[in-house]
């Protein structure tokens, strides 16, 4: 099949045939593997899903020389070139302002613009949750657009907003999360009516904070959603709610709890297999099987994750990403779009207006 | 030796021969196996330490027919009847108020009264933080009590205030937290300057909500005390901090997070170890090992946890708290009281005024 006549239209790309093309646009030049596996994992995208249209940003001749060590489907992928990077280190906003050349304000641009559906990148998580709102901007009636990853639990997953940068939330904030984080738990993780939780400190009708005892209500009343009510933090990791909503602080502590607690926990359980000669050969022996529980039960396994309610698809994938982590980070854009989410949010804050 | 001429002058029972006890009083009826393993303990205490003198609050019948199972030195232990009883699942205020003859507000009294130096509880959480405040009542100058329970480490552990009820925090508030849990730390636990951590969601300066924006330049000015600014919530299972300070809305979801994710976690693991025949194998072996490490990872482990500024000590332990948990709680009791923590803490807090 050939390509090449393309022509875009609002975001969209139309190609010979009919068929509509997802364009991504790829921040090469952000997290520690960049660009090495950001591109390796941007070839390995296109080579998976005939849906993808690539626009690889980054220093061009960076970029160019990664590229030159595959073969792809060239008629899909074009090198948009950029002079400067954002660094891990860098202060975010200052940094979004700045570098209006950096590969992520780039791809961000084209996002704003319609150049592009969807952004992935590795880079500075700050750059990102700022430049998010500053540069892609809001949907229409999108108070706050909450970092959204899903989170391991034992019987699956959960989508746990906001994690990002909305400190000292609104009320009104919490229940758009609601509403936005079942819109993707249905249709992008396919979870029939998903139960939305609100964190809080007890299951009792009076418990919380001023921020709790004020949405709790609202999201009493919400059409739409599925809200089970309380969710206290021990049951979050056995899967007491599809959609967890908090503020950002507490969701950026629950988050790191995750990879805290777990990582302690299996540093621990080493140092305990080394601790006598007969679990030292039972540790040989479940080593297979214990890898597997930490891949399970790690948040960096479910890929990138989106600022929900963003003019177009923002995905976030881990500072440490591998290529592989990339590629499923692509491919998620293809979902998002084709399920048109930004569409179905849009559409559900309207009706609650109305 | 004799105890029976005891004579008591401020809450310290000054027994033939000079010895100094400690006044302990026991809520017999509180937690899932009052009165049995509450009594149990109480029994084991008496027995582990000569400091103790026991006063076992609960309805007579019950407490008699426990303790008629066991010998102990009579002299030591009086029972004070009471007609009441506090559930679990009662309002926390409304059962602190109505219920004035149920064995926690009896012991909360004799508290107050300087009849007890402590009180050791495993009843019903919010009865206890309320009564604490409400009952017992703070020492001069303290705004509020945290609830401080010590929390694993791979370093040891970390005293993790507030875990308590008093959400929606002043920066006041956490200034004291960090006072008072660095006196516990130093001289409970021993660990010399304590450092102090700040919970945050990032390490840089400007990161934050409004309380921990406000609070930062407070403890940095604070004497007394060895602070080291933001501690992120990943990395204090590493033992990032020693007094790991916050409000306790964000304390709860910690303490919580550790007992969710590692109970999700072990359960994970015990499904992986039973899916093939050479990991069924490999778990037999390393069953005592990863026992251990599930003790010594657990936030049980270290019995009941402080109400910190309180007048008198209250320390409330798990609900599902056994016989040894009772019994260490009870024994904390005498080095709270013979190391003069509240005086500590009324000390440093005038200090900090002049």
Chains 1, 2 share one sequence.
């Not at 906001?162 to 939330?169: L, T």
Request: charged share 25%.
């Amino acid at each position: 099949m050939c390509y090449h006549n393309a022509n875009r239209k609002n975001g969209v790309r139309f190609m010979e045939g009919g068929a509509e093309k997802v364009i991504v646009a790829l921040d090469a030049m952000g997290g520690d593997n960049a660009p090495q596996e950001v591109v390796k994992g941007g070839v390995m995208a296109l080579e998976e899903s005939k849906d993808i249209y690539l626009k690889v940003c980054g220093t061009e001749e960076a970029v160019r020389r990664e590229l030159a060590q595959y073969t792809y489907d060239e008629s899909r992928l074009e090198v948009v070139g950029c002079t400067e990077v954002i660094a891990t280190d860098e202060h975010p906003v200052n940094a979004i302002r700045k570098k209006k050349d950096s590969s992520l304000v780039v791809c961000m641009n084209m996002v704003r613009k319609g150049e592009a559906d969807a952004l992935v990148t590795a880079g500075n998580s700050g750059a990102v949750l700022a430049g998010g709102q500053i540069v892609v901007g809001r949907l229409k009636g999108v108070e706050r657009t909450p970092f959204s990853p899903l989170i391991p639990t034992t019987k699956g997953m959960s989508l746990l907003l906001d994690a990002g940068a909305n400190v000292d939330a609104k009320p009104s904030w919490l229940v758009q999360f609601a509403k936005m984080g079942s819109i993707y738990m249905e249709n992008i993780v396919g979870v029939k009516n998903p139960r939305v939780g609100l964190v809080n400190i007890g299951a009792e009708e009076e418990k919380g904070n001023q921020l709790v005892k004020e949405t709790m209500p609202l999201l009493k009343e919400c059409k739409n959603i599925n809200f089970i009510g309380s969710v206290e933090a021990r049951d979050i990791p056995f899967g007491a709610a599809d959609v967890i909503v908090c503020d950002a602080f507490v969701g950026n502590v629950i988050l790191k709890m995750y990879e805290g607690v777990g990582g302690a926990l299996f540093s621990e359980i080493k140092t305990g297999l080394m601790s006598s000669l007969r679990s030292k050969i039972g540790g040989l022996l479940i080593k297979p099987a214990l890898k597997q529980t930490v891949k399970k039960f790690s948040t960096e396994e479910f890929g990138g994750a989106p600022l929900l309610g963003c003019k177009g698809l923002v995905v976030k994938t881990h500072g440490s990403s591998k290529s592989k982590e990339i590629k499923n980070s692509i491919l998620q854009c293809v979902q998002f779009k084709q399920q048109g989410i930004s569409e179905k949010i849009q559409a559900n804050l309207k009706e609650e207006e109305a």
